[in-house]
């Protein structure tokens, strides 16, 4: 598995200050292949996918809230 390139990404959007994970493996992922070491708030969300076995309405609101 290779990352995308990162930091080019946030040295091309300055304004990003909040990166969210769909999931455990994701952040797990970002963590383990990009490399990034930036100043940005990082927050693992619940997956969306629907093997998860957690409420979709709850899923929803703590995606709502992290978005609002």
């Known amino acids: ?3 995308n390139d990162f930091d080019r990404f946030f040295d091309v ?3 990003i200050d909040r990166v969210f994970f ?3 493996a994701a952040e797990k992922n970002f ?4 490399g990034i070491d930036r100043p940005l708030r990082y927050r693992r969300l619940p997956s969306t996918s629907p ?4 409420r979709y ?3 929803l609101a703590m995606w709502r809230e992290a978005l609002g």
Do not use: F, Y
Request: a positive charge; hydrophobic letters at 55%; aromatic letters at 0%.
């Open 1 to 3: 598995m290779v990352a």
């Open 13 to 15: 959007h300055p304004a």
């Open 22 to 24: 769909n999931g455990a």
């Open 31 to 34: 963590v383990r292949l990009a």
């Open 51 to 54: 093997a998860q076995t957690m």
């Open 57 to 59: 309405a709850d899923k």
